[in-house]
């Protein structure tokens, strides 16, 4: 008799986690409306980039300075991102906190944890 009611209660707890983990994702045109949050912004990088300093852009939703969100891997962090560049055309999920800079949203990464090839 109790074997139903635990089983419902484990499959709406598991429902409700894949639906928790789904709304999680955002396009990068949504990441505006996210900024100082924690999310996963999902996407295909148009362009990748380095600045003068070493500071790597790869930029989603258009080239620079058409692009509506990007990702900020900082020179210290570099060597942790030896393929970067063959991110260019590929879908990525990047997860971490979007801040605002310049009016566009973006996600400073450290760390090839926060970015996953889709």
Known sequence: ?????KS???????F???VSAFA?????REAVNHVGERT???GVVSQVSNSGKGTTFINFGGRYPNHVFYVVIFKKNGHKFPSVYSYKGQTLAISGRIEL????????VSSPDQVQLR
């Open 24 to 28: 999680g994702e955002i396009s990068p």
């Open 8 to 14: 419902l209660f484990a499959v709406i707890l598991t």
């Open 101 to 108: 800079y310049k009016g566009k949203p973006q996600i400073i």
């Open 40 to 42: 996963t912004v999902v």
């Open 16 to 18: 409700s986690f894949a």
């Open 1 to 5: 008799m109790h074997f139903l009611p």
